[in-house]
T-cell receptor, first 117, second 112 residues
């Protein structure tokens, strides 16, 4: 089946620093990738949609200057949390759509747990 | 706008009991997909089932079964003879035009 990886799986950073999270589709090409955020005991909330070779589309209330998304290839999207603060601590999950797959089908990565101290 | 409601925040059952997790959705589109995912403590989402809006057939997979009723906009999930390993958070999700909206999740605890 389609596999999506995320790196790192866990990261701890200090307040004010930036951290990059990678999302890779390992055995398929993904023209579209999605980034979700999940706070403890809450649901997954879509942050942004990234399309290969174009600017990401952010959901309402998500600061695009704080959460930088780059989708430079068909297998890699990155999310950079700039000037991270403790309130950015969360579980970040990406998903990817196989460009040759069924419509509306997406494969989820294992998630990255970010802790900002 | 699309919305998914999982009214049950937490459910606790004893092993071997049957349990049904409710999911009600709202959408204006005629074409959409519904999903159920399991999220164990590790956090990784485990895909359980996908249903498109044109397929109202109920489905059974082992101890799992799903009941999709467009008339009531519901997509309920039943676990028969629950086991301790079924303990997890279960999410119902609705996908339209590639975007997924998740319900708040139901935490299922199965006690031995």
């Amino acid at each position: 089946g389609a596999v999506v990886s995320q790196h790192p799986s866990r990261v701890i950073c200090k307040s004010g620093t930036s951290v990059k999270i990678e999302c890779r589709s390992l055995d398929f090409q993904a023209t579209t990738m999605f980034w979700y955020r999940q706070f403890p005991k809450q649901s997954l909330m879509l942050m942004a949609t990234s399309n290969e070779g174009s600017k990401a589309t952010y959901e309402q209330g998500v600061e695009k200057d704080k959460f930088l998304i780059n989708h430079a290839s068909l297998t890699l999207s990155t999310l950079t949390v700039t000037s991270a603060h403790p309130e950015d601590s969360s579980f970040y999950i990406c998903s990817a759509r196989d460009r040759t797959g069924l419509p509306y089908e997406q494969y989820f990565g294992p998630g990255t747990r970010l802790t900002v101290t | 706008a699309q919305k998914v409601t999982q009214a049950q925040t937490e459910i606790s059952v004893v092993e071997k009991e049957d349990v049904t997790l409710d999911c009600v959705y709202e959408t204006r589109d005629t074409t959409y997909y519904l999903f159920w995912y399991k999220q164990p403590p590790s956090g990784e989402l485990v895909f359980l089932i996908r249903r498109n809006s044109f397929d109202e057939q109920n489905e059974i997979s082992g101890r799992y079964s799903w009941n999709f009723q467009k008339s009531t906009s519901s997509f309920n999930f039943t676990i028969t003879a629950s086991q301790v390993v079924d303990s997890a958070v279960y999410f119902c999700a609705l996908s339209e035009a590639g975007k997924s909206t998740f319900g708040d999740g139901t935490t299922l605890t199965v006690k031995p």
